[in-house]
């Protein structure tokens, strides 16, 4: 099982920019797939971003072109880059990991605690 901590959430207001991070446990953190999730209120859990073994990237659209996943495989850590935040984007967000590296979005098992955004208008 990989261990995961979020930080970098708060609040913000629109159109202003956060990254997040998440660190990762295991010493193979450079073959996982790792992805970005997030929860708004009264919704269910959705993927927004990737970021697979063989380097390709995913972006739901409705961060599309606004939100960046990277990794520092170095460091075990993921990041998501948020610019011209919405209010719509505010969500617990939650990172996890496929150590399968496959990264389609339900094969991720292992889940970060999350960390709040909130955007204001």
């Known amino acids: 099982q990989v261990q995961l901590v979020e930080s970098g959430g708060g609040l913000v207001q629109a159109g202003d920019s956060l990254r997040l991070s998440c660190a990762a446990s295991?010493?193979?953190?450079?073959?996982?797939?790792m992805g970005w999730f997030r929860q708004a209120p009264g919704k269910e859990r959705v993927v927004i971003a990737i970021?697979?073994?063989?380097?390709?990237?995913y972006y739901a659209d409705s961060v599309k072109g606004r939100f960046t996943i990277s990794r520092d495989n170095a460091k075990n850590t993921v990041y998501l880059q948020m610019n011209s935040l919405k209010p719509e984007d505010t969500a617990i967000y939650y990172c996890?990991?496929?150590?399968?590296?496959?990264?389609?979005?339900?094969?991720?098992?292992?889940w970060g605690q999350g960390t709040q955004v909130t955007v204001s208008s």
């Open positions: 996890a990991a496929d150590p399968s590296g496959i990264g389609h979005s339900g094969s991720f098992g292992s």
């Open positions: 295991g010493r193979t953190f450079s073959s996982y797939a």
């Open positions: 970021s697979r073994r063989i380097g390709s990237t």
